[in-house]
């Protein structure tokens, strides 16, 4: 074991690889998350594409590991890497994803009824039945990659007899679902709007409508990429009684100094300018991946780029990167009854000796 702790920021899947890659090479390492579960956004990915079951079980894996969780604490509220740092870690990995959504900044967007993605995909798993009390409801969906139709048959499922819309202000062609994903949507009844750009959201209490404009393309822009534009007194309203925002998200850097000097990804999460990660302050790294196993593959880089960091600072050679699943270990099991990965809070601060609360309990057969 090492003397050299090392922190991590986020529990999503970069988080949780590079937690794994740095405990079995022993470093003893503290893994700091804001929401009470791991994961990140796995959480958020329909249940038909993803069940329960198997997430537990992969979880389960990180049981034993000389982890630290740390649950229900906001990098940018309650710490930061530098105060990390100053406690004593000697690495920090910033490993937050973009889980903040895109606002559309149009009028009534803060009414009941209108849900962002990410939450409505998470209660979604969590509770559908509290979204969605009754059928025969009208859903549209804003937005066009494959979170929008995530969320539109997700919706679909829980509309019989209703309706859902995805309303997008380009054409097919520039959509960024996979086309799995839209033939998926069109196979479930999932009904698509082209050319149509939100203006503003009607309502008193609750949504009753989408007021969007017709749009057409313009002339090329600067870098000949074709341009969008509104027609002029083409207004319509879309009647509907929920509407769900998927037009991105960003990371959320609210509190962390300018010091860092984040670069983002286009998918929004912030990375490490050098070619390690690390950012432009000594021992801070930070990166994120596009998809659960490019998240993986770069929390494992990062663990290696920490290790070697951390070996250089103090003369010894790195350590060569461990079997990542453990050789041929049986798979872990999830006891009966076991209700997902929860954490027990410890305070930031309280340094290493803080209250270890391992990931999912687990048997192993
Ligand atoms: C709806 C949806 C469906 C998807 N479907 C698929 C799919 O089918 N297949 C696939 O491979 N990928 C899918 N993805 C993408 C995949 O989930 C992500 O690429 C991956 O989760 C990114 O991992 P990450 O660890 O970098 O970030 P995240 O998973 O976003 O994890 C970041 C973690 O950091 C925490 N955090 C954020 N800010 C702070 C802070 N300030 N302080 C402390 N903690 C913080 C968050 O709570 C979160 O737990 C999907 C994503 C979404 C949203």
């Not at 990180?62 to 990390?84: C, E």
């Not at 962390?256 to 984040?262: K, L």
Request: net charge negative.
């Amino acid at each position: 074991r090492k003397e050299e702790r090392v922190a991590i920021i986020g529990g999503g899947p970069t988080g949780l690889m590079a937690a794994w890659d740095l405990a079995v090479r022993g470093h003893p390492v503290t893994l700091y998350e804001h929401e009470e579960f791991v994961g990140g956004q796995i959480n958020t990915i329909p249940r038909y594409h993803l069940d329960d079951e198997s997430l537990k079980i992969d979880l389960a894996r990180w049981k034993n590991l000389d982890i630290t969780w740390v649950a229900g604490k906001r990098a940018g509220v309650d710490y930061t890497p530098k105060s990390l740092l100053a406690e004593g870690y000697e690495a920090v990995l910033v490993a937050i994803g973009a889980s903040k959504p895109r606002e559309l900044n149009v009028p009534g967007e803060h009414l009941a009824g209108v849900y962002h993605a990410l939450p409505f995909l998470l209660a979604m798993n969590e509770r559908p039945g509290g979204l969605f009390g009754r059928t025969g409801r009208r859903v549209v969906v804003i937005g066009a990659g494959d979170v929008a139709l995530d969320a539109a048959r997700s919706a679909r499922r829980l509309t019989q007899g209703g309706e859902v819309l995805l309303v997008y202000r380009r054409g097919p062609e520039d959509m960024k679902a996979t086309p799995e994903e839209k033939s998926g949507g069109e196979i479930e009844g999932v009904r698509f709007i082209f050319y149509r750009a939100p203006k503003a959201i009607l309502g008193q209490d609750h949504v009753e409508g989408l007021v969007v404009e017709r749009t057409t393309h313009g002339p090329p822009d600067a870098k000949g990429r074709r341009s969008l534009v509104t027609v002029p007194h083409s207004e319509e309203t879309i009647e509907c009684d929920m509407i769900i925002v998927a037009v991105g998200e960003v990371a959320d850097v609210s509190g962390f100094d300018p010091d860092y000097d984040f670069k983002f990804s286009s998918m929004g999460w912030p990375e490490g300018k050098r070619p390690d990660w690390m950012t432009d302050v000594e021992g801070v790294f930070a990166t994120g991946g596009r998809s659960v196993v490019h998240a993986m593959a770069a929390g494992g880089r990062a663990a290696a780029a920490i290790d070697a960091y951390l070996a250089k600072k103090h003369g010894r050679a790195p350590e060569p990167r461990p079997d990542p699943f453990g050789g041929s270990e049986p798979p872990p099991v999830v006891p009966p009854g076991y209700g997902g990965a929860t954490w027990t809070p410890v305070t930031p601060g309280s340094g290493h000796g803080a209250t270890r609360s391992p990931a999912p309990p687990t048997t192993t057969s």
